[in-house]
Every structure is written in C-alpha cells, then in structure tokens.
C-alpha cells in the first residue's frame, strides 16, 4: 500500500513544483532523469541478477517484455507509415507502450496476489526481460528515431556504453560465476535502486500537463489501449490458448504484461527528445487506469 501512496505523492509533488515560478523545471527533470538511468538502474541490476536461477520454464516471464515491445514497434510503425506520424512521434509510442512498469507497480501488486514464489517470477520479467529490452531495443529505438539516420557504428555505442546495460553484462557474468557482492555492497545497491521510484516520478510529475485541447490525447488513448488491453491479451492468447500453458508463472507473466507504461521507459523517450509531454501522460493517466485494468486481468488468470 505505501508504494501506491507513493506514486501518486510524488506525480502530485511534481505537478506543485512546476507551477513555482522560481522553481527551475526544465534543469530538474533533466538532472532527476540522468540519476535514474546512470545509477538507479544500474544499481538495481547488480543487486538482483546474480541472484536468478535459470530453468528452461522461465523462458515465458522473460519473454514477455521481448514480445511486447516487437509487437508494439511493428504497431506503431505500421500506423506510422500508414498515417504520415513524424518519426519522434512513433518513437515514442513504441518506447512507452513497447515496456510495463513490471518492478516498482508490478512487484508490489505480485507480491500481495502471489508471494514470494511470485515475486521471483516477476523479477525475471522485470530484469532480464524489461530491463535488457530497454537497454538494448530501447535505446536502439530512441536514437534512430530521435536522429534521423545514425550509422551502425554510433548506434552500438549507445548500446554499448549505456551504463544501465554495461552494468547487466556484468550481473549476468557474476550470475554464470555463481557469485554476489558482499552483504553491505547490496544493501547500498538495494537503496539506491529504491530510490528510482520517487526520482522518476518526482521527474515525470514536473513534466505532466493536463491540457483539454492536448494534440495528444488521441494518441494517448492509443498508446494506452495497446499497452492495457492488446498486450496482455496478446501474451494470454500466444501462452494459453496456443502453447498451452497454464500455471502459476504463467499467470504471473500475464499480469506483468498488463502493466501501466515503464516509467524509465518514458524518461528514455524524454531525454532523446521523443514527444517528452506524451511519454509523460503515458505514465499519468497509465498508472491510475492500470488499477481498473488489472482487475479485469486478475479475475480472468484465475482461469488458466
């Protein structure tokens, strides 16, 4: 329940903060987004993948945030193409709705629906499924469509030398190594990765506007309902009813996918310039419509 409080605190914060006149609101965000992608994540990596045990079955929760996010680029670039959408535009669409906020929504709701045992599913959807595709698809998207035309070069550099996915190489190794930090060094990771919750949405409420006469709000609505509606309805058709799985995992994988827009996400699609109100109203109106959202998800995975 504290993390719920906490979302809305910190949107609501934001908002006051950015009707202070004096209150400079563009540097903030800014600074507030660099912390969250250079340290939160990284620290967050480091403290939660060298911790995975890995089983061919764990393929379906990492799978998730891949499948979302391929589907939401062929999406969007299709309706892109088809309607003459500027490239920061569909870029945006796909980084926002393309990724769920599968770790700080998702871990709590998990926990309190599934325990412990769902948690580590979730963790696995989170880490080397939304983490590792924003790290690597993520930032391919936001610089070729923030860009224009980069060469293959400058991409894989982005690629290479984004600190949050620099950071997973190394868990991952640690991982394959059997090994782990000392005890005070992931306390400090843990607490420094807790803090991209309130960073982020500290940042995201200086940014929202409620606007009636927003040119976004139809491409809002859009994004929202592919993310709410078709990508859990996707995983639930692909796993269900045409792989046949049914378990608890599975459940938890779907769930996952119904999540509001990734947050980080949003602050990726901010920072290259990707329609930065947009991707700020994705996470606004996302989280609280998710709450109705995932009732309907939750009442119908008890069916699996």
């Known amino acids: 329940m504290n993390n719920f409080i906490l979302i809305f605190v910190f949107l609501f914060l934001g908002i006051v903060l950015q009707n202070i006149k004096a209150f400079p609101v563009i540097s903030v965000y800014k600074l507030l987004n660099k912390l969250v992608i250079y340290i939160c994540l990284p620290a967050l990596a480091l403290y939660y993948i060298p911790k995975i045990d890995w089983s061919p079955e764990l393929l379906f929760p990492i799978g998730v945030a891949w499948i979302g996010f391929v589907v939401s680029y062929l999406f969007f670039s299709f309706l892109g193409n088809k309607f003459g959408w500027s490239k920061k535009l569909t870029g945006c669409l796909i980084i926002t709705t393309g990724l769920g906020n599968t770790s700080f929504l998702g871990f709590p709701i998990i926990e309190a629906l599934y325990g412990e045992e769902g948690l580590k599913t979730a963790i696995l959807v989170d880490q080397p499924g939304s983490f590792v595709v924003l790290s690597t698809l993520g930032i391919l998207v936001a610089t070729v469509y923030s860009t224009g035309s ?109 999540m509001a827009p990734m947050i980080t996400a949003c602050i990726l699609a901010s920072t290259h310039g990707l329609k930065p109100r947009l991707s700020s109203m994705m996470i606004g109106f996302g989280i609280p419509l998710s709450f109705i959202t995932l009732l309907f998800w939750y009442f119908l995975v008890q069916l699996v």
């Open 150 to 258: 980069p060469n293959g070069v400058q991409i894989a550099k982005k690629i290479l030398f984004f600190p949050p996915f620099i950071t997973f190489l190394v868990a991952c190794l640690m991982n394959v190594c059997n090994v782990d930090f000392h005890e005070y060094i992931q306390v400090l990771f843990q607490k420094m990765g807790s803090a991209v919750t309130p960073l982020a949405l500290l940042s995201v409420g200086l940014q929202l506007r409620f606007e009636r006469k927003s040119q976004h709000w139809k491409f809002l609505g859009l994004g929202l309902l592919y993310k709410l509606i078709l990508t859990p309805a996707l995983i639930y058709v692909l796993y269900v009813l045409i792989l046949q799985q049914h378990s608890k995992i599975i459940q938890v994988a779907i769930l996952e996918s119904a």
